[in-house]
């Protein structure tokens, strides 16, 4: 059985290619939910100030943490994309991301609990 080390290094190469491009694809669609979030909060801008009893604090927070978790997944996704596309190296899975958004939602809910 000489090809059974060559198949399973074939298997591992290609799971880690479905790995690669799984997360490239997760961290876009994070960037794609906080430019829903963006947009959400500049729609419901008003609203969302009247809420608060009219301060700024909490729509403030909230684009701010929309824009940050754009920035993050974006860049996150693109350092996976040029890896998967130049069969690179796998970068290490970045968390920040994942941080973010969670943050994002934690403030969405604030701010659109009432709504």
Known sequence: MPNQPDNRRQKDLK???????SLTALYFALALWAL??????YYFWA????QSGGGMALPSALM???????LVSARAGHKFLKA???RAF???TD?????????TIVVARQAFGGA
């Open 84 to 86: 998967m596309q130049t």
């Open 36 to 41: 829903i979030f963006c947009y959400a909060t």
């Open 15 to 21: 799971l880690a290619r479905f790995r690669g491009w």
């Open 47 to 50: 609203v969302l100030v009247e």
């Open 95 to 103: 968390l920040l991301p994942f941080l973010a958004i969670a943050i």
């Open 90 to 92: 796998q970068p290490s």
């Open 64 to 70: 701010a943490s929309s824009i940050l978790t754009f």
